[in-house]
């Protein structure tokens, strides 16, 4: 069974066999594959992450953005209902439904990272603390830095053709 602290919010989300979330975590529309965890105070929003994932305190994934296109950025325009407004802007949410995140297998997400709405993260990667990932990552690359920029492979090429071909994680 997943281990969910009592203070996680979770909204129609999927949580895999032996996971855990800390406290303070959140999932939005979000699957959590089997055993990974968050070390706590984690917001993912309409994502996918894989198995074996470790990530830490205060990271952030697929954060929201507020549309500069509309004559306020105010989130009164399509949270309306909040403000007796109307109904909510259902069209706003459906993009950020759609620029989901997907983090593969085994990934390392350090303390405080930020994944930008739409971003992939390869199997096998690790994002160093503190960093803003906005472009995919390849699998078995260490990345960090705002904006987050890789530094290595973690394996050679032959080992990491090797290390996706096998799947250990399934």
Not at 65 to 89: I, K, L, S, W
Request: net charge neutral.
């Amino acid at each position: 069974n997943p281990a969910i602290h009592p203070s996680c919010h979770i909204v129609s989300s999927m949580v895999g066999g032996w996971t855990e979330l800390g406290p303070h975590t959140s999932l939005l529309e979000s699957t959590f594959g089997d055993y990974s965890y968050t070390a706590g105070q984690v917001a993912i929003a309409y994502t996918d992450v894989g198995k074996f994932c470790s990530i830490a305190a205060q990271s952030r994934i697929n954060p929201g953005n507020h549309p500069m296109g509309r004559v306020t950025q105010h989130h009164f325009t399509y949270r309306r209902a909040q403000y007796g407004f109307g109904e909510d802007d259902s069209t706003f949410f459906d993009w950020r439904r759609a620029a989901r995140c997907v983090i593969g297998h085994d990934v390392w997400i350090g303390h405080g990272a930020i994944v930008l709405p739409g971003v992939t993260i390869g199997t096998g990667a690790v994002v160093g603390a503190g960093a803003v990932v906005s472009k995919a990552v390849e699998p078995y690359t260490v990345v960090a830095g705002v904006p987050a920029k890789p530094l290595r492979k973690r394996f050679s090429a032959e080992t990491i053709e090797a290390l996706l071909r096998i799947a250990w994680w399934d």
